[in-house]
């Protein structure tokens, strides 16, 4: 199989995910496939398919939480679908592309709109999928259309009215079988120095009020309406928590972080004891905003 594999890109066979996703918990898959171009990945989805072959398209690992138990399938890894197109205020930008890299090229040709997407660690593939946002923005203020892959490996543009999305949602989510290939946005003239002023204002704060230093994969819930999850987490007295080697940040309770070689069971354990001792104690169903990957 890994013969057929090396057709379409870059392979590692008995992988270890521990640098593959944001929290570095260590578990395993069979292959890896790093795709070459989206000719490359049509083809690999067309194999997989093909051959009931179980695959898992992946990103840079920075909103999920891995199980502990092997994959026996395919993990792709879409990080070379990483052009960049600038027409006017219209960006066409690529799945793969790191959110800090794209906000950087924007800003050095002087577009406003995503300055609070320069510190979160993800790909444009998955901000679309879980509308990823901060500051009272999100990505879907700026999105025109998403192209992508669709289950009979057609590809095809899809125009925003088509997709449902609301804080940390896209209907992305619900339907696995569409692959994003790329996004198209429309920005705003703007200022780079104003922008570089804000990235560096709000870069900031994050070193100040997040624990930057561990691993982590961001914030662990979405904010309740007219509150934060953090606060309700902090009011609980939950900060410090472990579960084996993860913690909740006495930094800042809305994160989880891999403080001494955490389980992927560890995350999910403490996330868990979260959400219960927070419903429990304010009647609050705090709603997860990572995703618990299961592959079995």
């Not at 900031?204 to 009020?209: G, K, L, N, V």
């Not at 084996?244 to 994160?255: I, Y």
Request: proline share 2%; hydrophobic share 40%.
């Amino acid at each position: 199989m890994k013969e057929e594999l090396l057709k379409f890109g870059k392979v590692k066979e008995n992988v270890d995910l521990r640098n593959y996703n944001t929290y570095k918990v260590s578990t395993t898959a069979n292959y890896l496939v790093d795709i070459k171009n989206e000719e490359s990945l049509v083809g690999l989805i067309s194999y997989l398919k093909e051959n009931h072959i179980k695959y898992l398209i992946l990103g840079n690992g920075s909103n999920i939480v891995l199980p502990n138990s092997n994959f026996n399938g395919v993990i792709v890894r879409i990080n070379e679908l990483n052009t960049i197109d600038i027409d006017d205020d219209e960006v066409t930008v690529g799945a793969g592309v790191m959110l800090p890299k794209l906000v950087n090229e924007v800003v050095d040709n002087c577009l406003t709109g995503l300055e609070w997407a320069a510190g979160i660690p993800g790909t444009v593939g998955g901000a679309v999928v879980g509308n990823a946002g901060a500051y009272l923005s999100d990505i879907y203020t700026y999105i025109l259309s998403v192209r992508v892959l669709d289950k009979d490996l057609n590809i095809k543009e899809i125009n925003k009215d088509e997709i449902k999305y609301s804080y940390r949602y896209s209907s992305f989510k619900d339907n696995k079988d569409l692959i994003i290939l790329s996004v198209k946005l429309k920005l705003e003239k703007g200022s780079s120095d104003e922008s570089l002023a804000i990235m560096k204002k709000r870069l900031d704060r994050r070193i100040e009020s997040q624990p930057l230093e561990y691993p982590s994969a961001g914030s662990v819930f979405r904010n309740p309406e007219g509150d934060y999850a953090g606060r309700l987490i902090e009011a609980c007295g939950l900060k410090g928590k472990t579960i084996g080697g993860a913690m909740v940040s006495e930094k800042h309770a809305n994160f989880i972080i891999n403080y001494n070689n955490a389980s992927p069971q560890d995350v999910r354990d403490l996330i868990k004891l979260v959400h219960d001792t927070v419903l429990k104690e304010t009647g609050i169903d705090l709603i997860l905003e990572q995703e618990l990957i299961d592959w079995e």
